[in-house]
């Protein structure tokens, strides 16, 4: 009751977010890990599966890099399909903008997708 | 560049408008990677054109003549492959400034052919941005056509133009169809020409996000219509990236170019062995003056000759590695082979260079263009002569039969000879690969996670780009490495032959002499002076060590067959000098071709000198580790 009462008088929203957040933290391991699987599942490119695909949100790289993967086609909005991979899954080509570019493992971890995926029509 | 003043005034005789003659004018042929630019340019010049570095970059870049209807021309210049003009890589860098006029020794181009993709046109247009703002009259060239049209997509060229406000040409430049629009620019574009108002203006703030979404906005206004997706290589890939079925195909593509390699060079060279040493011979016949015929027969003939031996295998493998190039395949193989090297510090693209090396590093240094990365490339590079490259394996074979008994080692499967040459192999490869951790960990760091790289759809290779590709090659090879050779094989026939009291006695030459005078530092090793002379004449090229031993120990047309230079040897060299002498040849870097190239390739003196010391220096320390051992426990 009291932390409800206090993420209301927080005026943003994030804030208040936070709040659960550290709240969350509190419990106990288990309640931990469903929570994570809710909200982090599928949160960058490498937790796509085939078949799935996801909308790009931001690129948490140095901004070199980001940029070449920017001009290669991964600008926020766009819809990102995962395609083959090398053997062991690593790298990994991804369909994005009308071309297949392929990623390391630690380059696509970094790069978080918008919402959750969802199977391809 | 020189070159090409002397083009324009060679024409200059011709009567066309004296205005426009009067300077050099330029074109400059801009586009993303993958767009086509290389087959456009060849399409446009064949074979006027040259390869050209601009002054203090390693940026490399093609100048081409187009000849266009009344006995005109207009110079062409390739750029790099670029997303953008950021001026942020040294490739975009280079665009831009030439662009700009800003580029010394090259006057500012008077009009640009930007080449796109049309089956990707939205995410190529994202560059028209940048190259409409800077005012040159343009082309916008939509490559592959014919692929579009194939896979269902369309574009509009009327509309397009109005929206670009520039004109556009539909091409398919493997083909040749609609290239007669580019000639008919170029025509235009040397005259007055006015560009009409674009009806989608330009974005004002030209950052990524902001272009696409222009780009996006001119295909829609323009009724673009996208392809379908390549149906054939999405086939092909599951194939090709099959997680078992890709690296067998990967291994036997590579098992079968070298068995290819090793089984067609051979007869080559031994078809062009007697054409050089008969030509040698008959130009002899015509010289009466001993030390002239001796230069030039000895000396300048045997020397280069030498060299051209290797000629048809750097051609074959230019050949295949240009066929997997082209059909796309290699951007594949890059992404098979990525994990493997990302061990060592390396990544994908330098697979197939290092692969290469095994033939010769000449081309393998050569075939490093295709890695992006600067620091990864010269790492490549710096590697590529420690794998076991077909210049040692004379040498391997003269002192392996010398010194190691014909016996099974393990009996009907391994032979101690094969496997003293199976050792040396991976005794190359080991010290390859521990040196490119070393570089990856010291002063070539670079962030792990900068490999990038777009699959292109597969695609025919056609007969001209290879044909071009392997011109081209001949001529780097022909023109660069032999004027280095020329001048070492004069040098070396001069240390061999002079001073003329000498009478051609190798010992009392200055080349005996320098031999006699390096004894001490070679003695750790267990080489005595004539070993010296022969890693003195061995710099040139190593094979030659073989012929000068066979010229010091007296015996005639010695090769590494020769069952008396093989006497000779064992007689003269310690079991531990002669394991010396294979670990010091497995690793010293004694190829001036390969020096020369690393010099083209890096664009100066600096790595080529860092890796020179390098690998003298670990193959001197090897080798006498070696010697200490064997003579340790012999």
Request: proline fraction near 6%; charge should be positive.
């Amino acid at each position: 009751m009291q932390l409800a009462v206090a993420s209301m008088t927080l005026q943003g929203t994030e804030l208040a977010y936070l709040r659960i957040g550290f709240w969350g933290k509190m419990q106990t391991g288990v309640r931990k890990r469903v929570r994570d699987r809710e909200h982090a599942a599928a949160h960058n490119l490498m937790e796509l599966q085939r078949g799935e695909h996801g909308i790009l949100d931001r690129i948490d790289l140095p901004e070199d890099d980001a940029r070449r993967l920017m001009e290669l086609g991964f600008l926020p909005g766009h819809t990102v399909t995962p395609a083959h991979s090398a053997p062991g899954g690593d790298p990994r080509v991804f369909r994005v903008d009308g071309t297949e570019i392929a990623l390391r493992r630690e380059t696509a971890r970094k790069m978080i997708l918008r919402q959750k995926a969802s199977r391809v029509p | 560049m020189s070159d090409c003043h002397g083009c324009s005034a060679a024409t200059a005789t011709l009567p066309p408008p004296p205005q426009i003659d009067a300077k050099q004018r330029i074109v400059a042929i801009i586009g993303p990677p993958n767009s086509g630019k290389s087959t456009l340019f060849n399409r446009l010049t064949g074979l006027r054109q040259k390869v050209a570095n601009f002054p203090g970059v390693t940026v490399e870049h093609r100048m081409g003549r187009v000849r266009l209807d009344p006995g005109r021309e207009v110079f062409v210049v390739d750029l790099p492959g670029i997303y953008s003009l950021n001026p942020r890589t040294e490739d975009e860098r280079v665009t831009h400034d030439v662009l700009l006029g800003e580029m010394k020794g090259l006057p500012r181009p008077e009009a640009v052919l930007l080449i796109l993709d049309s089956t990707n046109l939205s995410r190529h247009l994202v560059l028209a941005a940048p190259v409409l703002s800077l005012g040159l009259p343009t082309l916008v060239i939509l490559n592959m056509a014919d692929d579009l049209a194939r896979r269902g997509g369309n574009a509009n060229v009327a509309d397009l133009s109005e929206q670009l406000g520039t004109p556009v040409a539909m091409v398919s430049a493997t083909k040749g169809e609609g290239i007669e629009k580019v000639f008919q620019f170029l025509d235009g574009a040397t005259a007055v020409h006015r560009r009409k108002p674009p009806l989608m203006e330009l974005p004002v703030i030209q950052d990524i996000p902001q272009c696409r979404k222009w780009a996006a906005k001119v295909g829609q206004q323009s009724k673009y219509r996208a392809p379908a997706p390549p149906l054939w290589t999405r086939r092909l890939d599951s194939i090709f990236l099959h997680p078992v079925g890709g690296p067998l195909v990967f291994l036997l593509l590579v098992v079968a170019v070298f068995q290819i390699i090793f089984a067609a060079g051979k007869p080559l060279q031994d078809l062009l062995q007697p054409a050089i040493d008969g030509s040698g011979k008959w130009v002899g016949s015509f010289l009466s003056n001993e030390s002239f015929r001796s230069l030039i027969v000895s000396g300048i003939w045997s020397g280069v000759g030498n060299v051209l031996l290797f000629l048809p295998q750097i051609l074959l493998l230019s050949f295949f590695i240009g066929v997997l190039e082209d059909s796309g395949y290699l951007a594949r193989a890059a992404l098979i082979s990525d994990r493997t090297m990302a061990r060592f510090g390396l990544q994908g693209k330098s697979f197939i260079p290092l692969l290469s090396a095994y033939a010769c590093a000449v081309p393998a240094i050569m075939a490093t263009r295709t890695i992006e990365n600067k620091r990864d490339r010269i790492a490549t590079i710096l590697i590529a002569p420690l794998m076991t490259c077909s210049a040692r394996l004379p040498v391997y074979l003269l002192v392996i039969a010398a010194f190691i008994p014909d016996r099974p080692l393990i009996p009907y499967v391994l032979g101690a000879r094969t496997a003293a040459m199976l050792g040396l192999y991976l005794l190359g490869l080991l010290a390859a690969l521990a040196t490119a951790r070393l570089l990856k960990s010291t002063i070539l760091k670079s962030s792990r996670s900068s490999f990038m790289l777009e699959m292109p759809p597969y695609r025919w290779p056609t007969v001209a780009s290879l044909g071009l590709r392997l011109l081209d090659r001949s001529r780097v090879f022909l023109m660069r490495a032999g004027t280095v050779i020329l001048g070492v094989a004069i040098g070396i026939w001069a240390l061999t032959y002079l001073p003329p009291s000498s009478h051609g006695e190798i010992g009392t030459s200055f080349a005996g002499r320098i031999g006699h005078a390096i004894e001490p530092a070679i003695r750790p090793l267990g080489f005595n002076w004539k070993i010296g002379i022969g890693l003195i004449t061995s710099l040139a090229a190593r094979e030659t060590i073989v012929s000068t031993l066979g010229t010091i120990y007296g015996v005639e047309g010695g090769d590494e067959h020769s069952a008396s230079l093989q006497q000779a040897l064992h007689l003269d060299l310690t079991p531990g000098g002669a394991v010396a002498l294979l670990v010091f040849f497995a690793f010293a870097m004694q190829c001036m071709s390969t020096v020369a190239v690393v010099r083209r390739e890096t664009s100066g003196w600096k790595w080529p000198a860092v890796q020179f010391a390098y690998m003298t220096g670990l193959a001197y320390v090897c080798a006498f580790l070696a010697n200490r051992l064997l003579s340790h426990w012999a």
